[in-house]
T-cell receptor
Framework: GAVVSQHPSRVICKSGTSVKIECRSL??????MFWYRQFPKQSLMLMAT?????????EQGVEKDKFLINHASLTLSTLTVTSAHPEDSSFYIC???????????FGPGTRLTVT | DQQVKQNSPSLSVQEGRISILNCDYT??????FLWYKKYPAEGPTFLIS?????DKNEDGRFTVFLNKSAKHLSLHIVPSQPGDSAVYFC????????????????FGQGTILTVHP
């Protein structure tokens, strides 16, 4: 149980284009989903927290207009990187937490490369 | 401000011996702690957690110890196996926090564990 999927696993896009990453909880309902990014050899940095049906809460320093988060259902959250630039290249990971329980279950991550 | 620190970037252990991974935190408001294991290009996998009302939690080969006065926790893996080789992250959370802070995880930098056969 507690499986979280992400799609796509890898994406390469050109500078200036937008990319959407999906995060799904496959066998449980996730009232809260989190989006992280990880730079090489660094820790996971929380970008934003999204609760189903409400606006995401962004961490300090994260541009909400650049990283659009939608959590339209209890099993799906999306992160759209708008007008991507090479510095947005990173490993993006989502996690999901069930309505009951404290643990977060992570997706396999999405490697974004902006050329 | 690094609120959760794993001061050892790497640890090398012989198969069958004990692996001890350490983690320190500075925020006394943290009340729930978790350990995750991560392979390259994959998401972290939850291993074990502990509430601040406890000082020890055990699950099979994994035991987590919490010393609140020292703001220190450790993960013990015994016996260590080559398949345990991965990056281990500790994370801390404030379950007592309300609103949007509830359940947010703050991660340490990670420790690379290598278990030699």
């Amino acid at each position: 149980g507690a499986v979280v999927s992400q799609h796509p696993s890898r994406v390469i896009c050109k500078s200036g284009t937008s990319v959407k990453i999906e995060c799904r909880s496959l066998d449980f309902q996730a009232t809260t989903m989190f989006w992280y990014r990880q730079f090489p050899k660094q820790s996971l940095m929380l970008m934003a927290t999204s609760n189903e049906g409400s606006k995401a809460t962004y961490e300090q320093g994260v541009e909400k207009d650049k990283f659009l988060i939608n959590h339209a259902s209890l099993t799906l959250s999306t992160l759209t990187v708008t007008s991507a630039h090479p510095e947005d290249s990173s490993f993006y990971i989502c996690s999901a937490r069930a309505s009951k329980g404290y643990e977060q279950y992570f997706g396999p991550g999405t490697r974004l490369t902006v050329t | 401000d690094q609120q959760v620190k794993q001061n050892s970037p790497s640890l090398s252990v012989q198969e069958g011996r004990i692996s001890i991974l350490n983690c320190d935190y500075t925020n006394s408001m943290f009340d729930y702690f978790l350990w995750y294991k991560k392979y390259p290009a994959e998401g972290p996998t939850f291993l074990i957690s502990i509430s601040s009302i406890k000082d020890k939690n055990e699950d099979g080969r994994f035991t987590v110890f919490l010393n609140k006065s020292a703001k220190h926790l450790s993960l013990h893996i015994v016996p260590s196996q080559p398949g345990d080789s991965a990056v281990y992250f500790c994370a801390a959370s404030r379950l007592g926090a309300g609103g949007t802070s509830y359940g947010k995880l703050t991660f340490g930098q990670g420790t690379i564990l290598t278990v030699h056969p």
